[in-house]
C-alpha cells in the first residue's frame, strides 16, 4: 500500500459515520483539506514524508525503509512528526495523525512503539 493511500485511508476513515457524530471529526476533515495557520506546518510534514516515500518506492521498486542510509533518515522525519503531534494542531486530531504516522512507520517495515 502506498503511503498515500494511507493518508486516503484515514481520511475515508474519518468520513464513517462513528467519526462524522464527533465535531472533532468533522474539523479534522477540513482541517486536512484546508489547512490554516500551524495546521499547514504539520499537514505538509506528513504529506512530504508519504511523498517521499512513494516516489522512492516507484523509482527504486524498494521501501525507503529497506535503504540503510535513507530509510533512517525518513524514520528520523516521520519519528519527529510523531513529537510535533505534542504542539499546536489547531483543528487537527492529534490520536488520527498518531495512528497514520505509526502505520507509515509499519508500512516501511519499521516498528513505531520502539
Not at 55 to 67: A, L
Given at each position: 500500500m502506498?503511503?498515500?493511500?494511507?493518508?486516503?485511508?484515514?481520511?475515508?476513515?474519518?468520513?464513517?459515520?462513528?467519526?462524522?457524530?464527533?465535531p472533532?471529526?468533522?474539523?479534522?476533515?477540513?482541517?486536512?483539506?484546508?489547512?490554516?495557520?500551524?495546521?499547514?506546518?504539520?499537514?505538509?510534514?506528513?504529506?512530504?514524508?508519504?511523498?517521499?516515500?512513494?516516489?522512492?518506492?516507484?523509482?527504486?521498486?524498494?521501501?525507503?525503509?529497506?535503504?540503510?542510509?535513507?530509510?533512517p533518515?525518513?524514520?528520523?522525519?516521520?519519528?519527529?512528526?510523531?513529537?510535533?503531534?505534542?504542539?499546536?494542531?489547531?483543528?487537527?486530531?492529534?490520536?488520527?495523525?498518531?495512528?497514520?504516522?505509526?502505520?507509515?512507520?509499519?508500512?516501511?517495515?519499521?516498528?513505531?512503539?520502539?
Amino acid at each position: 500500500m502506498t503511503h498515500q493511500h494511507l493518508i486516503e485511508k484515514m481520511l475515508r476513515d474519518t468520513k464513517s459515520k462513528r467519526f462524522h457524530e464527533n465535531p472533532w471529526g468533522i474539523r479534522h476533515v477540513a482541517t486536512w483539506n484546508s489547512p490554516l495557520s500551524a495546521e499547514v506546518g504539520i499537514v505538509h510534514l506528513i504529506e512530504g514524508a508519504a511523498t517521499y516515500a512513494d516516489v522512492h518506492r516507484e523509482r527504486y521498486e524498494s521501501k525507503v525503509g529497506d535503504d540503510g542510509i535513507l530509510g533512517p533518515a525518513w524514520e528520523a522525519i516521520v519519528r519527529s512528526c510523531l513529537t510535533m503531534l505534542n504542539g499546536e494542531l489547531g483543528r487537527l486530531d492529534g490520536g488520527t495523525l498518531d495512528k497514520l504516522l505509526r502505520d507509515m512507520l509499519r508500512e516501511e517495515g519499521i516498528e513505531p512503539d520502539v
